[in-house]
């Protein structure tokens, strides 16, 4: 009874149910936390889910009026018909016509996720087997992010998703994104901003998102990467200016790159 009732809120209530990361049997989006992600989900709600009904129950009543109007006993010399131009027509000109409603609202969201606005922070994220790496180029910081094991979380630590160290940016700021992976294909995803693009080795892509709320943002590697895929996961913090300034300052003395290149240097000399 207890998995139906969640089962149910997930179909019916699924606003309630959404969250910043994934909840238990969720069915729908989590909660936008930006403008792409919110444009996302109005193309999905408003549009491609009153389409996939239309055509289904569409295609119940064929079935259901084909069995029972064609049935062995109504029919005990069945039609030989094989063709029906103006048949033909309709099921090659009405998908189209869908097709073409779906792809113009389709383009306009991917174009607009395309064209990154003038960015008032940049983060480069590299992927790596099998943890995430991030610089602050602007700022001279520069550090790993590894998962949290199980025995090692906090209270309010969600499992498989926290981190030893977030990205932190501002809220109401342009973040842009460079991608990129030392070893193998990664996917650098976060559902609640609507980014996800491919992390690929010797390339560099680029994305971008403004967070419109303060909070903490989950994210997962999204692209089949090795035995431990699903254990490299993305967690974005976003503050306030006052206490990104606050963070930033802490962040050069302990995220130093030359510090830090340093230190692989002397371990690799080893």
């Known amino acids: 009874m207890k998995k139906f009732l969640f089962i149910f809120s997930g179909l019916f209530l699924t606003q309630e149910a959404i969250a910043n990361q994934p909840v238990d049997w969720q069915l729908g989006f989590q909660k936008a936390a930006s403008e792409s992600m919110r444009e996302i989900v109005a193309f999905h709600d408003k549009l491609l889910l009153p389409i996939i009904i239309a055509i289904s129950v569409f295609v119940l009543f064929l079935m259901l009026y084909a069995c029972v109007r064609f049935r062995a006993s109504a029919n005990p010399n069945p039609s030989k018909r094989t063709h029906n131009v103006t048949v033909e027509v309709l099921w090659t000109l009405i998908p189209c016509l869908i097709l073409i409603v779906m792809a113009v609202p389709s383009f306009k969201i991917l174009y607009k996720q395309d064209a990154i606005p003038k960015a008032d922070l940049t983060i480069k994220a ?145």
């Not at 490299?232 to 300052?249: A, Q």
């Open 126 to 270: 590299i992927g790596y087997q099998w943890y995430w790496g991030y610089e602050y180029p602007d700022e001279n910081i520069i550090f790993d992010s590894y998962m949290i094991e199980e025995k090692d979380l906090k209270v309010d630590q969600p499992r498989l998703l926290a981190v030893d160290n977030e990205v932190v940016v501002p809220v109401d700021k342009v973040v842009k994104v460079l991608i990129t992976a030392n070893d193998v294909l990664h996917a650098w995803a976060l559902p609640s901003f609507g980014v996800k693009r491919d992390a690929v080795p010797g390339r560099i892509n680029e994305t971008w998102f403004k967070a419109e709320k303060v909070g903490t943002y989950y994210g997962q590697c999204s692209e089949l990467c090795g035995i431990k895929h699903a254990f490299m996961p993305i967690t974005v913090r976003v503050v306030t200016n006052e206490e990104y300034e606050e963070w930033l300052s802490e962040a050069k003395e302990k995220f130093a790159k030359e510090e830090i290149e340093n230190d692989k240097l002397k371990l690799a000399s080893k």
